[in-house]
């Protein structure tokens, strides 16, 4: 038999025995160099109609190992992935903070000028649930000019100044506030643009009393309750308005004040010291 004869009548085996020699020469070159690479996907397209189902089979179980390899490195990748999106979630939050920071003190500059007021920017930094509205503590950068009973107030666009307490303790950088609406707290106030004063005194609410009014005054609903300027503290800072009047049993008139801002969600707070020379 002549080497044509058995080529006619063996021609479909030649053909698959081929075809397998050939997907496995393809399979050889995932390792070898980009050159050869090249070499194979020429190849691959020439005979792609006519070895395709072999180099599929024969492939088959090379891609499902490949599979299984990277699923493992996928994994550990997702992993580091998820470290470096926390990484820069607090990176962000700590740039915000700082971004937050500065921006207030750059406000607390423009503002001392303005009013010829030493302010100092100050941070509250914990408020215990139980004396939620007793007190809180704040932190500030240069705590050597703090003195007890200096007021802090709170600022509020556009140019609205609201007082929220005084100095109370200091300890390094941390000082704790006495708020308004600590039953403690006695503050002499009066009324926006009328004569009328009294002594403001904290309920541990959002609700405060202005007692000692005289009987003769004319408090009425409404009215801006603001800091009367007696001692220490300056003149004109708002604190709340009249909601109720009645007659206490000291033989005064008593005003119900609720505050003009919102003492739950104190953040940026600033302490203000006596007027510059």
Known sequence: MTIKEFVTKNKPTIFFFFSIFLSISFLSTQTITKHIRSIRIFFIYFFSTSYLPVYKIVNYPFDTFNK????????????????????????????SAIFEKNQNEQLVNELSKKYNYKLLSAEVISRDC???????????????????????????????????????????????VLLITNPLSMLPVRIRDKPIYGVLIGNSSVIL??????????????????????GNMP???????????????????????????????????????????
């Open 130 to 176: 139980k004396n939620w509205y007793n007190e809180c503590i704040i932190l500030v950068d240069t705590p050597n000019v703090l003195k007890e009973d200096i007021p802090v107030i709170l600022y509020a666009e556009p140019d609205k100044f609201y007082f929220v307490g005084r100095i109370w303790n200091i300890e390094k950088n941390i000082a704790k």
């Open 235 to 277: 003149e004109g800072i708002e604190i709340g308005k009249v909601i109720d009047i009645s007659i206490s049993s000291t033989g005064f008139k008593k005003a119900t004040i609720k505050l003009n801002y919102n003492i739950n969600t104190l953040k940026n707070l600033i302490i203000l010291l006596p007027p510059q020379q």
């Open 68 to 95: 299984f390899i990277q699923l493992s490195y996928l994994y550990e990748e997702n992993i580091k992935l998820k470290q470096l999106v926390k990484k820069l979630y607090f990176e962000k939050l700590n740039y």
């Open 209 to 230: 009393s202005m007692d000692y009014i005289l009987l003769e005054d004319d408090v009425r609903l409404g009215d801006v309750v603001i800091t009367s300027g007696i």
